[in-house]
């Protein structure tokens, strides 16, 4: 059976989709996905970002640390990425808390997002950079629909009420 001709075979000339002169390879350090979308796994002492576009594909990756100082840090990180605007978190209401209220001050939205189950963890390995894409491909996909413990409704206000229950009997005994 005879193959068919394919395009440069018949005599059709191939013509560029676009002009290489536009593509400068020193400039392409500097292109940046438009809507970056972050993602954190959150640990006690160290956050691990990771950053994909809108589309899904992976772009950066980084470790900050748990205090103030490192939270601003992240997110000057990630918005030197482009403009930033969602992130999914780990663990928004143990050792993502603190992160979630910082990127929530600056606007950006948070969503909770679950830990990967132990089946992706054998596919794909565990690593807290794979975790941290997870989270920021769980809001790209809208796996992640749930927003981020807000830390000041009537929950948080029982929760710490409970807390000082806790510690007073503790202290008592």
Known sequence: MARKPGPLQAGISAQPIFEWSH??????????????VLGVDTHKDVHVAAVVTAAGAFVASESFPTTADGYEQLLAWARTLGRLSRA???CTGSYGAALSRHLRAQGVTVFEVNQPDKATHRRRGKTETI??????RAVVTGRATAS???GDGPVEMLRRFKMAKTSATKSRA
């Open 23 to 36: 593509f400068k390879p020193e400039k392409w350090g500097q292109l940046k996905p438009l809507k970056p």
């Open 148 to 150: 981020a413990k807000a």
């Open 131 to 136: 975790d941290a894409e997870a989270a920021a």
């Open 88 to 90: 999914g978190v780990e």
